[in-house]
């Protein structure tokens, strides 16, 4: 079986049977309930490679009645931002990430359907962002409109970007303008550590005196800046800020090739910007071919369970080396099978083992589709990743 052969398998399983995949999930270890909108993007995109694959008209009536979803006011309850969440004392809108995924969602709908009505939606939603181009970076924008401080973690910020890249809506230039000095300003929000690893947060001192932040908004700001002080304060020793630092790296490394997955996105919107040159750059490359980044994601619980690198891996070196396809396909074939081998249930036909969010997990295959068609119709998946040790196919 290939790639594609799987895609299909899995795509025809969900359409049969939508009340067990097509549902929303609560975003891994993190526990945020969230709505349909998250996965429902994820799976649109997936049925547009099928329908790709195959023409089948089956796949396109789906991706239109999902397109249609994610531009009604179920999903975007008050003409703002989407709603992705529901947990008490967190945005509604998931950051920038949330936004990130249905713009990739809504412009793919509008490339397969030949309807210029989702990607234009996404572009407004864009523009509703303030961007704040002394940083280079966007603020968060609540379902309701209220404007919050800037999304301080790094990937949020690159998906956002990487995504809104895609739009060829009629304001394309001023958006990709925005980008351009999101990428001119990306060596001072991006912290690198030694061995090429992205850091977690964004640690620049961003500047959150604006005036259209609401007082709640400012007083959370004001509260999570000092939060390092008051612990201070309180007598907390320098090994529990170690500490803390060495939990964000360990959450850093299982979050490196879905930040690469976004790079890759980004160079091939843009290719021509000075930052893929970079020494830093060359470092995060080089930090995803190392075997200490595979050893270090293989027990991570936001590696495999989550941010599923068996299928951002592939497509992230596709586009960011210069691998030849056959060294692509030996590559990738190692690190897909990995991923079904942990997650895959071939009772359940879901990827529902290691993971705390199986609806999701599972709708997260949309992310093997941006491999070229070509390596989706060679690289074998071995049958016991399937759990059939029947047969194994080289």
């Given amino acids: 079986m290939t790639i594609s052969e799987f895609l299909l398998f899995i795509s025809d399983r969900a359409l049969t049977n939508p009340k067990s995949y097509l549902q929303p999930g609560q975003n891994g270890p993190y526990n945020d309930p969230e709505t349909a909108v998250r996965n429902y993007g994820h799976w649109l995109i997936t049925f547009s490679k099928c329908f790709e694959l195959t023409g089948e008209q089956i796949y396109l009536k789906k991706i239109k009645e999902l397109a249609e979803y994610l531009i009604s006011d179920d999903a975007r309850p008050h003409g703002f931002s989407f709603h992705h969440r529901s947990k008490e004392g967190k945005d509604r809108c998931n950051g920038l990430i949330g936004q990130a995924w249905t713009l990739e969602a809504l412009i793919c709908a509008s490339s397969i359907l030949g309807d210029t009505r989702y990607a234009e939606l996404g572009e407004e939603v864009f523009f509703q962002h303030k961007f704040n181009a002394e940083f280079g970076l966007w603020n968060r924008l609540e379902t309701d409109g209220g404007l919050l401080s800037i999304d301080d973690t790094f990937n949020h910020q690159l998906w956002f970007a990487s995504c809104a890249a895609l739009l060829n809506t009629p304001r394309g230039e001023e958006v ?44 959370r700001n004001v509260v999570e800046s000092l939060l390092p002080i008051s612990l201070k304060r309180k007598g907390q020793s320098r090994h529990n800020n170690n500490e803390l630092r060495e939990k964000m790296i360990y959450k850093s490394v299982g979050y490196h090739q879905f930040n690469m997955y976004a790079f890759a996105i980004l160079k091939e919107t843009l290719p021509d910007h000075s930052f893929w040159l970079s020494p830093e750059f060359g470092r995060l490359v080089d930090y995803l071919l190392s075997n200490e980044f595979k050893n270090e994601v293989s027990d991570n619980i936001y590696g495999y369970p989550y941010n599923p690198p068996g299928f951002e891996v592939p497509f992230a070196l596709s586009v960011l080396t210069s691998y030849s396809e056959d060294e692509l396909v030996g590559i990738s074939s190692w690190w897909v099978n990995e991923q079904l081998k942990r997650c895959y249930n071939p009772e359940t036909k879901m990827m529902d083992r290691n993971t705390e969010d199986y609806r999701t997990h599972t709708a997260r295959i949309y992310e093997v589709t941006r491999l070229p068609i070509s390596i989706l119709n060679t690289i074998k998946i071995k049958t016991q990743s399937l759990g059939d040790s029947s047969q194994v196919f080289y």
């Fill in 176 to 219: 990709r303008e925005r980008i351009f000095r999101f990428m001119n300003c990306l060596l001072e929000n991006l912290s690198v550590l030694d061995n090429g690893l992205i850091y977690h947060p964004i640690e620049r001192r961003l500047n959150q005196n604006d005036s259209r932040l609401s007082i709640k908004s400012k007083l």
